[in-house]
């Protein structure tokens, strides 16, 4: 990590500790700062931004000219035609449901999709690169609360940002999130943070995740939780998902903000939470609220697939008797928060990368924290398996 990112992230302290005294500075590691969760334990959160060269790869251009829902699903089949995805080049395999899953996705949407709405879709994928704009199609098409999001933020004027998306990949046993994460790495120019602890996550009860991190020269940033089971926990979910829906992003996780008084703000998760509800999309139990809005996070109630063929759900059965009714549980959104430094820091911030910051630029967004805390991935893993 060279200097200048940890010298950036001391500033960050020091403005975030000035904010609230809640976070505390921690002084050995001067880039880490430190605050009580609601149980009373020391929640560390690494502020160094992650060190990667500014990349060119924008959607963009595929999409200028789409206009209706049969164009963006042509454009999407002629992207996954120019580009490798997962089963192009990897040994792993997943069911022959989760290709018929995704023809319905595309079946149904060019029957039901309001060309209003195929704008809103157009407008947010074109600022993203090509495998993220074609997982985001995927999830748009399908997840009522997806749309809903973008729908919410273009009626009160709010920019939408492509926060993360997760990618569950099936097991270690297959070394399976490492092949995804080469993909990645090798053909579309994502990272590993290089941060210790932010590189790679293993959780107690039977997954891992490489966390990948890419910046796009419009200033979006773009963060991939590439996920799997642990070989030894035959029954985790993440396997099996990625078996019946394929390499699908099991969620999009998406943030939004606004520019008051020349300074760009994150929308609070509890207006969004009112909104959404307002609009009758079901939202289950938010995680981070004290982290004072540095990084707030929530599962919309997932979209219910009673279309899983009976032969695969006898094998699952077979397995675990909850996993069926599990993996009804289909794709969903995540509504993220993530706490806005000042303009001065943000100046200092896009510079790392080689960017001139302005406020009013649409996807100019420059947050305290980039990286993903474990404890809250595990939570809102949790709130998605309930049935
Ligand atoms: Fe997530």
């Known amino acids: ?10 500033l960050l302290v020091d403005e975030l500790t000035q904010l609230d005294s809640s976070w505390i500075r921690n002084t050995a590691v001067p880039e880490v700062v430190s605050i009580k969760n609601q149980h009373h334990d020391d929640i560390k959160l690494n502020l160094t931004p992650f060190e990667v060269s500014v990349n060119d790869d924008l959607a963009g251009q595929y999409f200028k000219n789409v206009d209706s829902i049969d164009g963006l699903i042509e454009v999407y089949k002629q992207i996954c035609d120019d580009f490798n995805f997962e089963l192009d080049v ?18 149904n949407a060019r029957k039901k999709m309001q060309v209003d709405d195929v704008s809103l879709i157009v407008k947010f994928i074109k600022d993203l690169d090509c495998y993220t704009a074609v997982k985001s199609i995927e999830s748009l098409l399908y997840s009522h609360s997806d749309l809903e999001l973008l729908r919410i933020a273009n009626s009160q004027g709010w920019q939408t940002h492509f926060d993360h998306i997760a990618i569950r990949c099936g097991s270690s046993e297959h070394d399976s999130a490492n092949k995804i994460a080469e993909l990645l790495i090798n053909n579309y120019g994502y990272n590993h943070p290089r941060i210790k602890n932010e590189d790679y996550y293993l959780f107690e009860d039977g997954w891992s995740a490489y966390p990948l991190y890419k910046i796009l020269n419009n200033g979006q940033v773009l963060r991939i939780f590439v996920d799997q089971s642990e070989s030894t926990h035959p029954k985790q979910i ?5 078996h019946v829906y394929g390499f699908t992003a099991h ?7 606004t520019v008051e008084q020349g300074e760009r703000w994150a929308i609070p998760l509890p207006k969004i939470i009112s909104l959404m509800t307002q609009n009758g999309r079901q939202v289950l139990t938010p995680a981070g609220y004290y982290t004072k809005g540095v990084l707030s996070q929530v599962f919309t109630k997932p979209e219910k697939n009673i279309n899983i063929p009976e032969v695969i759900l006898n ?18 959104l995540e509504i993220v928060s993530r706490k806005e430094m000042s303009r001065k ?20 967004s420059a947050v305290y924290y980039h990286y993903f805390l474990p404890v809250q991935a595990a939570h809102v893993i949790n709130s998605s398996i309930i049935v």
């Open 345 to 364: 820091l943000a100046e200092k911030y896009f510079n790392l990368y080689e960017l001139d910051y302005n406020a009013s630029t649409a996807l100019h």
């Open 238 to 242: 993440i396997q099996h998902w990625n």
């Open 1 to 10: 990590m060279s200097d200048q990112y940890t010298e950036f992230a001391h």
């Open 90 to 107: 990897t040994s792993l395999s997943v069911s022959d449901y989760a290709s018929t899953f995704l023809n319905n996705v595309f079946i």
């Open 251 to 257: 969620h999009l996780a998406l943030r939004l903000t």
């Open 315 to 332: 094998n699952k059965r077979a397995i675990c008797d909850k996993l069926p009714d599990m993996l009804m549980n289909a794709k969903l």
